[in-house]
């Protein structure tokens, strides 16, 4: 007990810790709110390769497009087009 008396005693040691213990705890950019601004980072970097995935696949999409049959075809099977003397029966499998 005696050999911690003069290390509490030292007031640059003493006022070291708690400068540290504010940082890393009481702060408001604090250990644990820099980890989850990193987390949160790394979703929205994961989900900016999901979104241009999708992009990549619609413009290829479009490009298909520029043909009629693709086209009539896009029309049919997503939204539901139809010639006059046709039937369209949808079945659902919800």
């Known amino acids: 007990m005696k050999k ?10 003493l006022s070291s810790f708690f400068v540290l213990v504010y940082i890393l705890i009481l702060h408001e950019t604090d250990v644990y709110a820099l980890y989850q601004q990193k987390q949160k ?13 999708e992009i990549d696949d619609l413009k290829l999409a479009l490009n298909d497009l520029d043909n009629p049959r693709s086209l009539e075809k896009y029309a049919r099977e997503y939204h539901f087009f139809k010639k006059e003397d046709e039937d369209l029966f949808i079945l659902s499998f919800e």
């Open 4 to 13: 911690l008396i003069p290390f509490i005693k030292n007031k640059y040691l």
């Open 41 to 53: 980072v790394r979703e929205l970097r994961a989900e900016i390769i999901t979104r241009q995935a």
